[in-house]
T-cell receptor, first 109, second 113 residues
């Protein structure tokens, strides 16, 4: 059983499109959730934390559904610079974090 | 803006040799982590470190690996007797508090020949 699962994609969308990614996690006791982006051969960079009430940062919206154990990321008005791999990260008990395999996004001109 | 730094950026070693990867976490952070990412695969947790001791470690982090905070700024990962399958990108990360956002260094690419 995988701790964190994501659809690997790839998602190829035109500029200006809205795209959504989902991620499911297996441990119902998880308390902290994050979205990171990773460009090719670079380190993961924090995109946003995911709060229970949902949160928005500009064109990005994150949602958490504890009952169904999934988190989502919505990107509106996609830009070419949004092309990257988006990583779902879940904090487990103690001090351990699990990463999803990532979802690849390519925004096409 | 404070950032996590790592050295070297690329390390090439022969199988069976020992390597030490170095990290300088963000100065006011208290929790430190090592991850690895084999090319084309996901980021995998290795170990977390707090208050000068390991707080969690994964199955990957066997007796071949060790971590140390030798002074007030550096955080090191030592791999004894490297194997071919240790070739990967190794990322260091730090966070201010437990379960808080982590900030990653640029990584060390380890190549074992």
């Amino acid at each position: 059983r995988k701790e964190v699962e994501q659809d690997p994609g790839p998602f190829n969308v035109p500029e200006g499109a809205t795209v959504a990614f989902n991620c499911t996690y297996s441990n119902s006791a998880s308390q902290s959730f994050f979205w990171y982006r990773q460009d090719c051969r670079k380190e993961p960079k924090l995109l946003m934390s995911v709060y229970s009430s949902g949160n928005e940062d500009g064109r990005f919206t994150a949602q958490l559904n504890r009952a169904s154990q999934y988190i989502s990321l919505l990107i509106r008005d996609s830009k070419l610079s949004d092309s990257a791999t988006y990583l779902c990260v879940v904090h487990y008990t103690g001090n351990q974090f699990y990463f999803g395999t990532g979802t690849s996004l390519t925004v096409i001109p | 803006e404070p950032e996590v730094t790592q050295t070297p950026s690329h390390q090439v070693t022969q199988m069976g040799q020992e390597v030490i990867l170095r990290c300088v976490p963000i100065s006011n952070h208290l929790y430190f982590y090592w991850y690895r990412q084999i090319l084309g695969q996901k980021v995998e947790f290795l170990v977390s470190f707090y208050n000068n001791e390991i707080s969690e470690k994964s199955e990957i982090f066997d007796d071949q690996f060790s971590v140390e905070r030798p002074d007030g700024s550096n955080f090191t990962l030592k791999i004894r007797s490297t194997k071919l399958e240790d070739s990967a990108m190794y990322f260091c990360a730090s966070s201010e508090g437990l379960a808080n956002e982590q900030f990653f260094g640029p990584g060390t690419r380890l190549t074992v020949l």
